[in-house]
């Protein structure tokens, strides 16, 4: 079984910065697998914001965070997600997961899920 341990996280300012962290322990059934990060702001469904494919370092990313987020692999099991550019609409709690990191950037894709870490981007 997967275990997906996040860090980071708080209170930023608007046009601020932050960085999350992940990393991965227990069983990998995949032998091509990604990890990445789905996110859920107050009263709104969850959304996928990126994701990478661990082998090939291919990253995908949500029209909205393009280009102000960057998603990289540290190690064979950490990914670490830096944050520019903050806006308040980027509020919410932010989900480590792994599974199947593919374009669409789907729910179902993604197995195993981290507990969840705030990030609130207010003045």
């Known amino acids: 079984q997967v275990q997906l341990v996040e860090s980071g996280g708080g209170l930023v300012q608007p046009g601020g910065s932050l960085r999350l962290s992940c990393t991965a322990s227990g069983g990998f059934p995949l032998n091509d697998f990604g990890m990445g990060w789905f996110r859920q702001a107050p009263g709104k469904e969850r959304e996928g914001v990126s994701c990478?494919?661990?082998?090939?370092?291919?990253t995908v990313y949500q029209p909205s965070v393009k280009g102000r987020f960057t998603l990289s692999s540290v190690n064979s099991k950490t990914v670490s997600l830096q944050m520019s550019g903050l806006k308040p609409e980027d509020t919410g709690v932010y989900f480590c997961?792994?599974?199947?990191?593919?374009?669409?950037?789907?729910?179902?894709?993604?197995?195993?899920w981290g507990r969840g870490t705030q990030v609130t981007v207010s003045s």
């Open positions: 990478i494919n661990m082998r090939s370092g291919h």
């Open positions: 997961v792994l599974g199947n990191c593919w374009e669409r950037l789907w729910r179902a894709d993604f197995g195993s």
